[in-house]
Every structure is written in structure tokens, then in C-alpha cells.
């Protein structure tokens, strides 16, 4: 590529260039450093170009400063819905847009079942099986109204949530299964009594609970209208045969997904980069209604020239999914170019329903602040 | 947590708990970005361990000043909620992100 490079359709020689660097990169290098080229075999021009005087010996400076990345930065919502959102960041780097996702799947903080006391389970579910389906059931509530419980917290009504469960299968009937809407909320707390094994207690000891909660939940103004409930109620947890029952109380508290996977905010976050297709010469009838039917998400068009004349187009290069298929075969590398913008990534988010997503980037946003500023007040 | 600073004003090796790559690499790229910095990377010592080591190497001369930092000490989520960031520009490329706050909210009302 160092000589004659073409770039669109014009041919370029590093003998044109000027002898004194204008400013701009020449085209070859320009594309080197924003673009990943995505040939046949394996993306090359990969690695980001951070280095601040990488172009040092062409006048140009590559370092970043604040007010040009806050022009040049942007944010653009393509499809938002109530459980997932799809929006595009211009003008950031790798590094940071995957601190974003990192800090989405593993540090936003949720409510998820963390202690399950069960009083009675003759089901053929395990006791821990249950357990553990019970801690993966996401629940809808904000976790920003509550606190973390340490170990030498109280459990109390800020930092926990109670659910009961008391189902049971008469003999005679048929079976049941118990989805998760047979999750009840306990607003005023725990009504299970810890058993105490000292016999020379008397009865007017008082019993000793497990929680300790000061006011019902159902006060606080949030819970009035939307109580506390699972986010999906057909989600299956156990099977009953006839004459099983099951009953237990689940105490769910706040974490984040570092600790354990239940307490993840989003059913997933990814990104990508932006795909950009380059036609590198103009193809014309018969070869531009193969490369049409060649690619399987239609990003092809083709448009008429006149006089029975056809070329080839691209309409949708957003949806291309790199399979290269339109680069397969002979000579098609020489026509098509297949390539990613580098700090153009398309993000989804999708939510599991504790938090809307476009409050869960806010939140990651938070997040990464809070972790900088904690660096810095350690430094000084 | 510094370490490798008393002889040579212009380089250290930071080390920090608790963290891995989704800040540090974030700092890397960052730092690397500045004309004054000839090196930077980082390091896990050793993956069960939640501890990364950043260096940095300097030109020499970069002055530590707090003042950059003021906005960090302010209520932050009364800035994202009233807009109030136009006095954000000297502040690291890592307060940036507040901005992004901001434009994000906007693209919201659309």
C-alpha cells in the first residue's frame, strides 16, 4: 500500500504530495488511522493510533485535547424502546466505549434474592437449586432507593426487600407449576422467627426475627403505586407433583454483577464499530446484479444509468455484518472495500427491567466519574 | 500508591486496588493522548489479585494542579440535572464525560 494506493477512484502517489506537510494526513494514512480494513483473511490497521506524536516527522498533532473532543463528540439515539435501546457515540475511543460496557454488565448495582430460608420443601426441587433459580429472577424496583448490607448491617427496611412464597399441590389435583408471580412482597418484613436453642430460655423471651424493619416499605411514596414485584410474572421456578408444597421467604439485597451474575442490570451490552463499504471501481450490469444477490442483508442497490446500463450502490451500510461474502471468490477484493470507522460504535443495551436503559448508560456514566475521582482524591 | 518516585521527578508507577482494565485502560488511552507523556501503559500483576499497576513517563516539568480537579468537589448530580457545565473546559479529558451526560440527555427530548 505505499505506493498508488487508490482511495474512492482516483489514484494517488506519494510523489504528489507536497514537500512541506500541509496538515492533513495524505489519504493512505488517514485511512490507516481511522479506518480497519477488513480483508479476507483478518482485519489489519486494528490497534487505535494513540500515541500523542505518532505523526510527529508530517507536522500533525495526534493528541486529543478537551475542547475538541467535546466538538467533535456525539451521541445519537436510533431506536429506544422500553427494554432496549440502540444509540451511536462518534468521536470516542475503543478503550472508553469498553469501560462503558464493562462497567454496564459488571458495577451498575441491582436488587436480586440473596438469602432464601425455606421453612418447607417437599417438592423434588433441591433446596439450593431453588435457591439459585430464585436469586437469577429480576425484580422491578429501583435499586438507587436502597443501600448495600454489609455483614455488620442489620437487615432492615432500606437495604432489604422480602418475598414469601406458599404454594402447594392438593392430593387428587393435578400438577402445578409455580411461576414467579407466586412471589409475594412482604412490605413490614420478615415473619419468620430465628429458633433459638437455648432450653432454659423462658416464654417471655422476646423471639428473635431476621429483620428489622423500622416502617412498612409501603410508605415510601415510590413503592405506593408500583409495589415490589418481579419483573416478569411467567417466569417458571418449580414443578409440583400432588401432596408437595413448598414455602419459603427470600430476602433480596443489593449487589453488583462482579460479586454474581444475578445482580447484572442488563441482559447484555455490546458494541460495534460502524461498517463502512467502499466500492473501489464502478460495477456495471451482470457483475452488479451478482454483488446484489450475493449479500445476504441487502446492503447492495442497484440503480439504473440509462440506456439499459446498471450500477451497483450501496444503501445500507449499517446493516452489513461483515460475513464478507461479497469479497469471496476472484477479483471481488479489487471492487469491494470492506472497512470499520474506528471511533464511530454503534452500543445496545439491553435491560432486564430494574432501570430503564438509557437511565443505565447515565448510571455507567456516574460510575466511571465516581471511580475517577476517587483515583484522584488518593493522589492528592 | 506510588512507587519509583523519589529519584526521578518525571516518572512514576501508580498502582491502584481494587480497579482492573475498565479504568485503567480508559486512563491509558487518555494519558497517552497528552503531548507531555513519552510513556504510558499498564499492568495486572496477577488476575486473582484486583490491583493494577499504571506507568507513566513524562517530558519532566508537568506541575500538579488541584484547580483542575475543583468541579470533582462540586454536587455533580445537581450539574447533570441543571445543565450547568460551561465551565468545564480545563478540566481533564476524563471530567469530558459529563458532557456526554449532557448530550445524551439532550438527544433524549427528541
Known sequence: MAEG??????KFSIWDLPDVPMGQLPPHLELQRSRVSCNKDAPIHTESIQYSGAYASMGIDNSSRLDRFSNNFRVEVVRLNEDDIEFDMIGIDAAIAN?????????????????VLIANNTSIIQDEVLAHRLGLVPIRVDPRLFDYLSENDQPNEKNTIVFKLHVQCKRGSPRITVKSDALK?????????????????????????????????ETVPEFVKNPIIPKYPDIIIAKLGPGQEIE????????????????????????????????????????????????????????????????????????????????????????????????????????????????????????????CERVITELS | MEHGFFTDNSAATFSLTDEDHTIANAVRFTLNQDPRVTFCGYSIPHPSEARVNIRVQTT???????????????????????????DEDEDLPAAGLDEEEFLFDQEEKF
Not at chain 1, 494506493?5 to 482516483?10: I, P
Not at chain 2, 519532566?60 to 460551561?86: I, K, M, T
Open chain 1, 5 to 10: 494506493a487508490g482511495e474512492e477512484k482516483k
Open chain 1, 99 to 115: 469501560s462503558f460496557r464493562r462497567i454496564l454488565i459488571a458495577e451498575l448495582p441491582t436488587m436480586a434474592i440473596e438469602k
Open chain 1, 185 to 217: 412482597w412482604l412490605p413490614n418484613g420478615s415473619e419468620l422467627v430465628k429458633e433459638t436453642r437455648n432450653a432454659t430460655s423462658d416464654s417471655s423471651s422476646k423471639p428473635e426475627i431476621y429483620t428489622y424493619f423500622g416502617c412498612s416499605q
Open chain 1, 248 to 371: 419459603l421467604e427470600a430476602h433480596a439485597v443489593k449487589g453488583i454483577g462482579k460479586t454474581h451474575a444475578k445482580w447484572s442490570p442488563v441482559a447484555t451490552a455490546w458494541y460495534r464499530m460502524l461498517p463502512e463499504v467502499v466500492l473501489l471501481e464502478d460495477i456495471e450490469d451482470d457483475l452488479a446484479e451478482e454483488l446484489k444477490s450475493k449479500c445476504p442483508v441487502n446492503v447492495f442497490d442497484i440503480e439504473d444509468l440509462g440506456k439499459g446500463r446498471r450500477r451497483a450502490t450501496v444503501a445500507r451500510p449499517r446493516a452489513c455484518t461483515l460475513c464478507r461474502e461479497c469479497i469471496r471468490g476472484d477479483d471481488w477484493e479489487k471492487r469491494v472495500a470492506l472497512r470499520r470507522v474506528k471511533d464511530h460504535f454503534i452500543f445496545t443495551i439491553e435491560s432486564t427491567g430494574a432501570l430503564p436503559p438509557e437511565v443505565l448508560f447515565t448510571e455507567a456514566v456516574k460510575i466511571l466519574e465516581d471511580k
Open chain 2, 60 to 86: 519532566g516539568g508537568a506541575v500538579f494542579d488541584a484547580s483542575q480537579y475543583a468541579f470533582f468537589g462540586n454536587d455533580v448530580l445537581e450539574e447533570v440535572e441543571l445543565g450547568g457545565l460551561d
